[in-house]
């Protein structure tokens, strides 16, 4: 296995800087402070993509804090997590693409960690939410029980434990040890096999857990449609009480028609949302396989445009989680 990694390479790739050689993957290529803005198409991306993600993920929160259920308490340290990466990841990445050279000290730590744990926090919690669903649809009466917020915020923390014990012995080192003293970038020849397994096992199975529970979720709906019963709201209904003072019941058609009307719009965003996870999240790790595996047939452009995806996700998620809030039911047959 050939591992075609240079000094300056890091798992949190923001510019590649290509020679005859070898292929660089750093964070800037001056060690000099630059004081004029250097625009790009790339440097301008980050921007937009940090002030949109900082502004959607609030607007997002502020939403979602207002109906804290078990369920939208995992959304709400999704969205916290994106809220302070917005800023700390790729706030300080815009930073350093304008103005190379110009974050480091404390600043660059910073920036090194958000990317080396909150990364993994924000695709574990996506897995995290994927159990969810298939819990609900599988086993709604349990899910509905045992499902508590200290429960949920028990997995949560759990959750952040796993990531930070996973990761913080790669970015400690690397900061006590092998950090070069010109340049923010983490130093992964020193630790090859970390920077490639590490990030790999943190964004490949949370993906799969993701493509899991929407294969589970959806065809739990299409068996309860060939049993002929439907799909049965599991949530409190008004039409459920019964009332001495109601004379009146909308019809069974009626309601069955809109409640499959909106569980096909869950399963539609859920779609989408599986989609966009796929393609934000899937082609870093693709280039993650072929660094380790086939240096050589690792692209740069391939590169640029999987980490401008990658990037992209955190303006998803806030827009993908608001639709879909409270059109995902547990459901039974």
Known sequence: MNHNFSTKATMSFMFINSSSNSTKISYFLSNSTVSTAAWTFSSGLFVCIAAAGFVLNLLSLVTFTRDRTPFNIIVIQLLTINLVSSVTQWG????????????????????????????????????????????????PFSYRRLHTSRLALGICLGLCVYVFLTMFPYFLLDALKYREAKGCALNVAAQVAYTVAGPLVLSSLPMAVVWVAFVVVTAKRIACRRHGNGIRDMRPSRTNIVSANVHTIPPAHSENGRLRKRQWRSTLLLAILTISITVCYGPRTVFLVLKLFWPSTASTSFFQVANMLFACQIVLDPILLTLTMGKLPAVRC
Do not use: Q
């Open 92 to 139: 300080l990445n815009a930073v350093i693409i304008l103005y190379p050279g110009g974050v480091e000290g404390r600043m660059c730590d910073l920036y090194l960690f958000s990317n080396t744990i909150f990364s993994g926090m924000i695709r574990n919690t996506h897995g995290l939410m994927a159990v969810n669903r298939v819990w609900a649809v599988l086993h």
